[in-house]
């Protein structure tokens, strides 16, 4: 008498079907790697609603604004304002027209502030970072003291630059004239030409500590054996930093420059809470501008072109210059 011994778990099935345990586990495992590979998007979809909800579909309804004749007289319901096609671009870049010709002016001052305050933002930033990189008595209190400017909100520290910027009673006035004497007679900081030195004083003053914090973190990834080395074959300060640091930096301060070029360029709290709904005009930036085109004279729809013109213009500068830096990286790497 034989017996058979019973089939193991998983073993083949009858007639040279497919293993038992492939059948369950076959369609088990495809789920969970469906689910492996969904859950981050899962995760990442309250943002990504957000996003839509926060920026583009505003984004959205001022393009469609900028296509209209959109005034005062159609606020209750806009959507009623009539079709004006390409007539408000047509008037934004007329700068033969008084308001082509402003806008381009705003367009040259803004230009001007952003790469000034962005060049002294990273300098200063830099600079800093640098001095703070070896270890000294009190450096962490300094660092903190550092990104005070940063931390604190857009309008206290405004408002304060305000009642420092003051003709008769503020500080800097006192500091110049009164005691050091390097003026004449006490400046107007807020009105003039002076506009343009103070808005760009409070821009670096309230931006460089971002530069700082960002340079100071890419220095925590330079190798300290590289100075080391430089050192005993004789390279100085100046010279590690030209050929260590800087180089070392590239790719950190790449992402910097387009971060504080596109954040000054749109700035908008820091020139309306020093100068109000009316800036002087070296200090016409175009943010505020803008503002003035939308809700000085009624008219939402050149406004809004001329935001569309804004947004097309920084689209087209982070275009070529992550087309330039990554072309540059790329040469760099093969050499």
């Known amino acids: 008498m034989t017996t058979t011994a019973p089939e193991r778990a998983g073993g083949p099935a009858p007639h040279g079907g497919p293993p038992s345990g492939a059948a369950t586990g076959g369609p088990r495992r495809r789920t969970g ?23 583009l579909v505003p984004m959205v309804i001022g393009s469609v604004m900028s296509f209209k004749e959109l005034t005062q007289f159609f606020i209750r319901d806009w959507g009623t304002a009539p079709w004006s096609g390409l007539d408000n671009y047509r008037v934004a870049v007329d700068f033969d027209a008084p308001v082509g010709e402003e806008l381009l002016h705003s367009f040259l001052v803004t230009l001007g502030f952003t790469l000034l305050s ?3 933002c990273w300098a200063v930033g830099t600079a800093a970072a640098i001095c703070m990189q070896d270890a000294f008595r009190g450096r962490g209190l300094l660092r903190a003291l550092f990104l005070v400017p940063y931390a604190l909100p857009v309008y206290a520290a405004v408002i304060t630059w305000v009642f420092m910027f003051q003709h008769d009673n503020g500080l800097v006035n006192h500091v110049l004239h009164d005691q050091l004497g390097l003026t004449d007679k006490p400046s107007f900081w807020l009105i003039g030409d002076n506009a343009f030195v103070a808005l760009l004083t409070v821009s670096v003053w309230k931006g460089w500590p971002f530069a700082f914090l960002i340079v100071m973190a890419g220095l925590q990834n330079i190798p300290k054996e590289l100075y080391e080395a430089a050192a005993l074959d004789g390279a100085g300060t100046w010279q590690q930093i030209r050929r260590i640091t800087l180089p070392s930096l590239s790719a950190v301060n790449q992402v910097l420059v387009l971060v504080l070029f596109l954040w000054t360029f749109n700035d908008f709290n820091t020139p309306y809470v020093l100068f109000g709904k009316t800036a002087p005009a070296s200090a016409d930036l175009i943010s505020v501008h803008i503002y003035q085109e939308s809700f000085a004279t009624w008219n939402f729809g050149r406004g809004s072109a001329m935001s569309v013109l804004l947004l097309l213009f920084l689209l087209v500068v982070t275009g070529i210059y992550l087309a330039v830096t990554s072309r540059g990286r790329r040469v760099r790497t093969r050499v």
């Open 118 to 120: 962005v060049g002294l």
């Open 33 to 55: 790697r469906v689910r492996r590979i969904s859950l981050p998007y899962l995760l990442l979809l309250p943002a990504l609603l957000l996003e839509l909800l926060v920026h």
